[in-house]
């Protein structure tokens, strides 16, 4: 299998932070499965990593914060692509992990 090649885009990334409350017993390896399978219909390019992983002490729930890089190589993003994109992303949390944004 060759390496693929693709250059340094020419206009800029945009990053957002995604918070969920989830119940204690989902793990973040769920909630990354959730992102990333919204983020597979986007034609953006996209990088998913960990930021934080917060449960207070004797509760029943967590907080799982994603940062989420969008980068296009043929414009600059507008506010309204990137939104639409994460609208998909808190809708698919929901529906997979019961999770909701804080």
């Given at each position: 299998?060759?390496?693929?090649?693709?250059?340094?885009?020419?206009?800029?990334?945009?990053?957002?932070?995604?918070?969920?409350?989830?119940?204690?017993?989902?793990?973040?390896?769920?909630?990354?499965?959730?992102?990333?399978?919204?983020?597979?219909?986007?034609?953006?390019?996209?990088?998913?990593?960990?930021?934080?992983?917060?449960?207070?002490?004797?509760?029943?729930?967590?907080?799982i914060t994603v940062r989420i890089k969008f980068t296009?190589?043929?414009?600059?993003?507008?506010?309204?692509e990137v939104v639409s994109v994460v609208d998909a992303v808190?809708?698919?949390?929901?529906?997979?992990?019961?999770?909701?944004?804080?």
């Amino acid at each position: 299998k060759k390496p693929q090649y693709t250059p340094i885009s020419r206009y800029p990334s945009t990053d957002r932070d995604l918070c969920f409350k989830v119940n204690a017993d989902i793990t973040y390896q769920q909630v990354i499965d959730s992102v990333k399978s919204a983020l597979i219909a986007t034609p953006l390019e996209t990088d998913v990593s960990p930021v934080d992983i917060y449960q207070p002490k004797g509760m029943d729930t967590r907080n799982i914060t994603v940062r989420i890089k969008f980068t296009a190589h043929d414009h600059t993003l507008t506010s309204e692509e990137v939104v639409s994109v994460v609208d998909a992303v808190v809708a698919a949390v929901l529906r997979d992990v019961d999770g909701r944004v804080v």
